[in-house]
C-alpha cells in the first residue's frame, strides 16, 4: 500500500520530515561556517541550551507549549479545508480574554480565576475567528485573506487598549498592572517543589497538561466523533458533504470556533503561567509558527507535539546560541528557525521523489 | 529507421508494449496489428488498459519497453506532436477544442503554416472543403466552435486530425457524448473513411458498437491482450465473456411490475442553473412503488439537473417534489430526503457519492454517520460500523472485502456496490440513481442491475437516470424521455425500442411535423 504521491506512510510521517530537518541545518550549517563559527559547536550549543539543564529544558518545553496550542489551532481548520493563518490574532485577543479574567479575579481563589481564565482565553481567540469564519460562510469572503487582515485589526486594537485603557497608571511602558495570585498559572517546578522534587526555575507551567488535553481533545474530535468526520467530509469533499445533508457553512463556523479557541488558550499559557500581566505582542510569531508545525506534524497531534517540541527546542536552543557564539547574532537564529520552515513546510515536497525513488525496491520486496 | 516491407505491411504494429504506473501494471506486453484500411475495434472493461495503450500510441506517456511500428517503419514517439508526424490522430473523448474559436481556427491550431496566419487559413479552407465533400464531413469553418452541437463538434475534431496528416486515427469512447441517431452517423462516417484507405481505431467498452462497425476486434483484459478475432466471427456474448474472463449475462431478467401507490411525485419542477438558464422545464411525473422508471436522453437535457433536484442537491426554482403524500419544504435538502426514506446514489461518484481519501467503512457512512446505531453519546462507534460495513461489503460481494482500504483502491465497480449498499441498507422506499453503471465492469453491471430490480420487487419504487440506452431499455418498467428540459415522451419498458426512445431524445416529438 503507498501513499497518494508514491510513499509509504511510515516514510511520510517519519522519515520525510527528517530528510527536510537534515537539508535546512545543513544549509544553516554551511551559513554558520560562512560567518566563521563552527556549525557542529553550534548545533552542539543549541542542543545542549534546549535540553543541556533542567531550566533550558522547561523553557523548551514553555515554547512547544505554545506551538502545541497554534499548530493544533491551524490543524483542525486545515480538516475542514480552511487555511487559518489568523492564529497569531486569536492568540493575541485569547490573551486578553485571559488577561482581563485574571485582572479581574486576581484577588479570588485558584479555583475560580484559572478555569474562568482558561475559558475566557478559548472564548476570546474564538469570537476573534468567529468573524472571518462568518463571512467567509455567509458571504464567501476568503478565509485566508481576512484572518491576515484580522491579525492587524488585533494588534492595533491591543496596541490601543494597553496603551490608553489597560496601561497602569503612572507608567510609561504599555503594560498592564500584574495580574494577582490567583490567577497564576502554577509553574512545573513550584508544583515539583511542593512535592519534594527540587526543579530549576522556568515558565514552564501547568497550561502544558492543558496542551496535552487539548491534543487528545482535538483527536478524539476529529476521528472519533460524528462532528469530527463531518468537518472532514466538509474538508476533503465539499460536494460529498453536501450530498451527505452536512452544512459546509456550519462545519466552516464550528471548525473556526474550535481553531480560534485553541489558540486563544496561548494566553493561558504566556500571561497567566509566565508573564502574569497583559502586554504588547507577547505571541511573539508563534501563531505563525503553528502553521509550520502543522504542516510538519502532518496535522495530526501526535505529530504536532514533535514538530513542537523541534520548534521550542530551536527556540530556546537558538536563544542560547546567541548569547554564547559572539558572530551568531539573534538574526542568524532567525534564519536557523526560517530554514527549518522553508525545508519542513514550503520545499516540503522537494525529497519525496527521490525518496520513494530510493524506497521504491524495499516496497518491493515487502509486496 | 528500420523497414520492412511486403504487401501485408500493417498500418500500425505495436510489439510487446510494457507499462507501469507504480504498482499498477497498466499494459503487460501488449502486441497488436491493425490492417491498413479497416476499422479495429479495440474492447474492454473500464481498467483494462486499453486507454493507456492509445496514450502510448499518441505519445502522451512514453512505454517502458516495446516498439511502435508505423507502416513497416519503426517509430519512437515520446510526444504527440511524433505521433501527428507519423500520421497518427486521434480524438478524445473529452475535446480539445477551444470553443471561443471559429471551426477554421480550430483546425488549424497547431498547423497554422507560419507566422501569418491568414495564408494558413486561406489553405486550410480550401483543404477542408475537400475533405469535408471526400468524408461526408461538412462542418460550418466560420461558425463558433462552442455553439455547436456534440456531434458536429467531434467532426471538427476529426477533420482536424486529418488536416494534420493522420492516416491512422483513434476514437476514444467517440459515442458516449451522442445521440443513437448522430451515433450511427459517425459510424456512416467512419465507414467511408476506411473505404477511402484510411485505418480506424475504435476504443470503446460497448459490445454493439463493435460489432456494429469494426472489422476487427481485439479484446483486453487487465493489461493484457486476451483475444483477438475477425468481427463477423464472434458474438456480443463471446466478446463479453472474453472481457470480463467468465460468462456473463446481458440481459436482465425480470418479472413484469406491478406498481402500486405513487410514492414520489414530482409537480412542474422548474430548476434553473447558476446561469440563469432553466434546465429543467416543468416536469411532472409520478413515481410508484414497484417500478423502475427510467429517464433517458442525451447527455445535458436536464435529466442531472432534475435528479439533482429530487435529491434535494439543488432547489428547484418553482415545482414541487412530493415524497409520500408530503410536500418537501425549500432546504429541507438531502438530508430532509433521507429523513423520508429517499435515498440517492449520484451520477458522479468520485466527485459527489464517496470522499477519495477516505477508507471504505468511513465511506459506508457519508450521509449515515448520525445515525443511532451508528454513535454512542459524542463518539461514533466504530465497532459497529466496521461490522455493519463488512457485513454490507459481503452482501453485495464488494472486493476485496477490506472496510479499512482505502476507496480509491477500489474497482469503479466495488466502488459503485459499495454506495448502493449504503444507499440500500437504509431500508429506503424510494432510491433514486443517477448512472448506476458508468464506470463499472461489466460483471459488476449484471450485479447491480439485479439489485435494484430486486429492490423493485420489495414494493420500493427506483428511479434511474442514464445515458446508457441499452441500460434504460434493460431496467425500466416505464421510461421518459428529456429533451430540452422537458419530458417529450413516456414509452412502456416491453414497448420501447431503440430506435422509438432515439428519436424522442433527438428532440424529434411523436406526430410532429419533420
Redesign the interface.
Known amino acids: 500500500?503507498?501513499a497518494?504521491r508514491?510513499l509509504p506512510r511510515w516514510a511520510d510521517m517519519l522519515v520525510l520530515p527528517l530528510v527536510n530537518l537534515a537539508a535546512a541545518l545543513l544549509i544553516s550549517g554551511i551559513v554558520i561556517r560562512l560567518v566563521g563559527e563552527s556549525p557542529l559547536a553550534a548545533f552542539r550549543l543549541m542542543a545542549v541550551g534546549a535540553f543541556g539543564a533542567q531550566d533550558s529544558i522547561g523553557y523548551t518545553l514553555f515554547y512547544a507549549t505554545d506551538f502545541v496550542f497554534t499548530g493544533l489551532a491551524v490543524a483542525v481548520a486545515f480538516h475542514a479545508g480552511l487555511f487559518n493563518i489568523g492564529g497569531e490574532g486569536q492568540a493575541y485577543i485569547g490573551g486578553l480574554g485571559a488577561g482581563l479574567v485574571s485582572l479581574a479575579l486576581g484577588g479570588t481563589t485558584p479555583w475560580v480565576a484559572i478555569p474562568l481564565g482558561i475559558a475566557a482565553a478559548a472564548a476570546f481567540g474564538a469570537a476573534w475567528a468567529f468573524i472571518p469564519a462568518w463571512l467567509q460562510a455567509r458571504r464567501g469572503s476568503h478565509i485566508v485573506i481576512t484572518t491576515i487582515m484580522f491579525n492587524f485589526i488585533a494588534s492595533a486594537l491591543m496596541t490601543y487598549l494597553l496603551v490608553n485603557v489597560l496601561i497602569r497608571p503612572g507608567q510609561q511602558s504599555p503594560e498592564s498592572r500584574q495580574f494577582g495570585a490567583a490567577a497564576a498559572m502554577p509553574a512545573v517546578h513550584e508544583v515539583l517543589a511542593k512535592l519534594g522534587i527540587a526543579f530549576a526555575p522556568s515558565p514552564f507551567n501547568l497550561a502544558t497538561l492543558l496542551a496535552a488535553a487539548a491534543c487528545v481533545l482535538v483527536w478524539?474530535y476529529l476521528w472519533?466523533?460524528?462532528?469530527g468526520?463531518?468537518l472532514?467530509?466538509v474538508g476533503?469533499?465539499p460536494?460529498?458533504a453536501?450530498?451527505?445533508?452536512i452544512s459546509p457553512a456550519r462545519v466552516i463556523i464550528v471548525s473556526m470556533l474550535v481553531s480560534g479557541a485553541l489558540a486563544g488558550c496561548l494566553g493561558v499559557n504566556e500571561l497567566m503561567g509566565s508573564e502574569h500581566r497583559i502586554l504588547l505582542d507577547f505571541p511573539g510569531g508563534a501563531g505563525f509558527v503553528g502553521i509550520a508545525v502543522a504542516l510538519m506534524g502532518r496535522n495530526h497531534p501526535a505529530g504536532i507535539v514533535a514538530a513542537s517540541l523541534l520548534f521550542g527546542a530551536l527556540y530556546q536552543g537558538g536563544t542560547q546560541l546567541s548569547f554564547d557564539m559572539p558572530h551568531v547574532n539573534r538574526d542568524m537564529v532567525v534564519l536557523i528557525q526560517g530554514l527549518v520552515i522553508l525545508f519542513c513546510g514550503a520545499l516540503e515536497n522537494v525529497f519525496r521523489r527521490p525518496l520513494a525513488a530510493v524506497l521504491a525496491p524495499l516496497g518491493r520486496r515487502k509486496? | 529507421m528500420e523497414l520492412e516491407s511486403g504487401a501485408s505491411t500493417p498500418a500500425l504494429e505495436l510489439r510487446g508494449i510494457d507499462k507501469r504506473f507504480g504498482p499498477v501494471h497498466a499494459n503487460r506486453g501488449v502486441s497488436l496489428r491493425v490492417a491498413r484500411g479497416s476499422i479495429h475495434g479495440l474492447i474492454g472493461e473500464n481498467g483494462a488498459g486499453k486507454s493507456t495503450l492509445m496514450n502510448i500510441v499518441f505519445g502522451f506517456h512514453p512505454a517502458d519497453s516495446g516498439e511502435i511500428w508505423v507502416h513497416g517503419s519503426r517509430r519512437r514517439i515520446a510526444r504527440p506532436r511524433d505521433a501527428i508526424s507519423a500520421g497518427i490522430g486521434m480524438v478524445h473523448q473529452h475535446f480539445m477544442l477551444v470553443e471561443r474559436f471559429t471551426v477554421l481556427e480550430n483546425v488549424v491550431l497547431g498547423a497554422e503554416g507560419g507566422a501569418r496566419l491568414s495564408g494558413g487559413l486561406a489553405a486550410a479552407r480550401e483543404g477542408l472543403g475537400r475533405l469535408g465533400r471526400e468524408y461526408g464531413l461538412e462542418v460550418p469553418l466560420d461558425a463558433e466552435t462552442g455553439r455547436l452541437p456534440v456531434g458536429v463538434q467531434q467532426r471538427v475534431e476529426i477533420l482536424k486530425a486529418l488536416h494534420h496528416g493522420a492516416d491512422i486515427l483513434i476514437l476514444d469512447e467517440p459515442t458516449a457524448v451522442l445521440t443513437p441517431g448522430e451515433a450511427a452517423r459517425l459510424f456512416r462516417m467512419l465507414r467511408r473513411l476506411r473505404d477511402q484507405g484510411k485505418t480506424v481505431i475504435l476504443v470503446t467498452h460497448k459490445l454493439r458498437e463493435i460489432m456494429a462497425v469494426t472489422d476487427r476486434v481485439t479484446v483486453m483484459r487487465q493489461g493484457a491482450v486476451v483475444h483477438e478475432t475477425s468481427t463477423p466471427d464472434t458474438s456480443p456474448p463471446a466478446l463479453a465473456e472474453q472481457m470480463v474472463g467468465r460468462s456473463v449475462l446481458l440481459r436482465v431478467e425480470k418479472s413484469a411490475a406491478r406498481p402500486g401507490k405513487p410514492l414520489l411525485e414530482v409537480r412542474d419542477l422548474v430548476v434553473r442553473d447558476g446561469l440563469g438558464v432553466d434546465r429543467v422545464k416543468g416536469v411532472s411525473f409520478a413515481l410508484r412503488a414497484g417500478e423502475i422508471v427510467g429517464v433517458a436522453g442525451v447527455s445535458g437535457n436536464g435529466q442531472s439537473e432534475l435528479l439533482e433536484a429530487i435529491a434535494g442537491m439543488r432547489e428547484p426554482s418553482s415545482g414541487a417534489v412530493i415524497v409520500g403524500g408530503r410536500r418537501l419544504r425549500a432546504g429541507e435538502g438531502p438530508a430532509g430526503r433521507r429523513r423520508e426514506g429517499v435515498a440517492h446514489v449520484p451520477e458522479d461518484r468520485l466527485r459527489i457519492g464517496v470522499v477519495a481519501s477516505f477508507s471504505a467503512e468511513e465511506n459506508f457512512i457519508l450521509g449515515y454517520q448520525d445515525r443511532p446505531g451508528y454513535r454512542r453519546g459524542p463518539l461514533t462507534r466504530r465497532g459497529a460500523v466496521r461490522a455493519e460495513c463488512e457485513s454490507r461489503m459481503a452482501t453485495y460481494d464488494v472486493r476485496p472485502p477490506d472496510p479499512a482500504l482505502r476507496i480509491t483502491a477500489f474497482s469503479g465497480g466495488n466502488q459503485q456496490k459499495l454506495v448502493l449498499a449504503r444507499e440500500m441498507d437504509c431500508g429506503p422506499s424510494v432510491l433514486v440513481v443517477g448512472q448506476p453503471t458508468r464506470g463499472v465492469d461489466i460483471g459488476a453491471i449484471e450485479f447491480i442491475h439485479r439489485r435494484l430490480v430486486a429492490l423493485r420487487d420489495m414494493g420500493k419504487a427506483v428511479l434511474v437516470v442514464s445515458v446508457e440506452l441499452d441500460e434504460i431499455l434493460a431496467l425500466s418498467d416505464r421510461i421518459l424521455v428529456m429533451a430540452g428540459g422537458e419530458i417529450v415522451g413516456e414509452l412502456a419498458g416491453d414497448r420501447a425500442t431503440e430506435e422509438a426512445v432515439g428519436l424522442l431524445m433527438a428532440g424529434v416529438r411523436p406526430g410532429a411535423q419533420p
Open positions: 500500500m503507498s497518494a508514491g478524539a472519533r466523533t460524528p462532528w468526520y463531518a472532514r467530509v476533503q469533499n460536494q460529498a453536501a450530498y451527505a445533508g509486496g
